[in-house]
């Protein structure tokens, strides 16, 4: 069964860092797309990072400077760095997978290419 695990997650101090990590079970993340989506209480879900199967990251603009995203093939993992944490940081944050995405491209704000899902991971900034 096809499976993404995020971990990585917790309450930080503003200012702070933490790793998000995206794992997958029973496919490779190689091949493909996988991003970083988050949601606020209240909010809808935004796109926060992404990466295409060659490596080309894309950032929204409210993370650039502050997160990274990047990957292991040889763990078939994915992590996202998010540096200078701000209280506005603060949601749920998934990571998915786009199986048919074309190998230079991720889609970064719109969550409907994307075919896996994980069952995200709370980031509190708060102090």
């Known amino acids: 069964q096809l499976q993404l695990v995020e971990s990585g997650g917790g309450l930080v101090q503003p200012g702070g860092s933490l790793r998000l990590s995206c794992a997958a079970s029973a496919f490779t993340l190689d091949y493909y797309a996988i991003g970083w989506f988050r949601q606020a209480p209240g909010k809808e879900r935004e796109g926060v990072s992404c990466?295409?199967?060659?490596?080309?990251?894309n950032y929204a603009d409210s993370v650039k400077g502050r997160f990274t995203i990047s990957r292991d093939n040889a763990k078939n993992t994915v992590y996202l760095q998010m540096n200078s944490l701000k209280p506005e940081d603060t949601a749920v944050y998934y990571c998915a997978a786009d199986l048919h995405s074309d190998f230079n491209y991720c889609s970064g704000q719109s969550a409907s290419p994307y075919d896996y899902w994980g069952q995200g991971t709370q980031v509190t900034v708060s102090s």
């Open positions: 990466i295409s199967s060659s490596g080309l990251p």
